[in-house]
């Protein structure tokens, strides 16, 4: 498996890993403008590429490289998954923030037991405003 961090990451290829992992479902992966943004707006993108060259994995990050790194994104193609791509994407994204930020994220549902498993600690107060549309 290939790491790196990606800065021209296409919105076309972001989407398809997460539609092939089970991401999609909670992304507005029908919206190009937005995904565009998404990718532009990010401090960080760690990818995954096996090695024919396709992306296979992406984690997405804000960070301030000095005291909290929000990963948004963690998208392993459900193919490639219990392979340590997810847990490599998380270390990578990590170093690349700096060790000394408390790296955070916001797990779904199917994906709440894969965490602990990893050494992640849950976190039992999240309070969040949902997005206005309009």
Same mark, same amino acid.
């Not at 994104?73 to 193919?79: Q, S």
């Given at each position: 498996?290939?790491y790196a961090?990606?800065? +021209?990451l296409?919105?076309?290829?972001f989407?398809?890993?997460?539609?092939?992992s089970?991401l999609a /479902?909670?992304?507005? %992966?029908e919206?190009t403008?937005?995904?565009a943004?998404?990718l $532009?707006? $990010?401090?960080l993108?760690v990818? /995954?590429r096996?090695?024919?060259?396709? *992306?296979?994995? %992406?984690a997405r =990050?804000i960070? +301030?490289? =000095?005291?909290?790194?929000? *990963?948004?994104?963690? $998208? %392993?193609? %459900? =193919?490639?998954?219990r392979l340590g791509?997810g847990?490599a994407?998380?270390?990578l994204? @990590?170093? @690349? =923030?700096?060790?000394?930020?408390?790296?955070i994220?916001?797990? $779904?549902? /199917?994906?709440?037991a894969y965490y602990p @498993?990893?050494?992640?600690?849950?976190?039992?107060?999240?309070?969040?405003?949902?997005?206005?549309e309009?």
């Amino acid at each position: 498996m290939n790491y790196a961090v990606e800065f +021209d990451l296409t919105p076309s290829e972001f989407v398809d890993v997460l539609r092939r992992s089970t991401l999609a /479902a909670r992304r507005p %992966v029908e919206d190009t403008e937005r995904i565009a943004k998404m990718l $532009a707006m $990010a401090d960080l993108v760690v990818t /995954a590429r096996d090695h024919t060259g396709t *992306l296979v994995g %992406v984690a997405r =990050a804000i960070t +301030d490289f =000095a005291y909290c790194t929000y *990963l948004s994104d963690l $998208a %392993v193609d %459900v =193919a490639h998954q219990r392979l340590g791509i997810g847990r490599a994407l998380i270390r990578l994204t @990590h170093e @690349h =923030a700096g060790l000394q930020t408390r790296l955070i994220l916001l797990s $779904a549902p /199917a994906a709440a037991a894969y965490y602990p @498993h990893i050494g992640m600690q849950q976190h039992d107060s999240c309070w969040m405003t949902p997005p206005q549309e309009g």
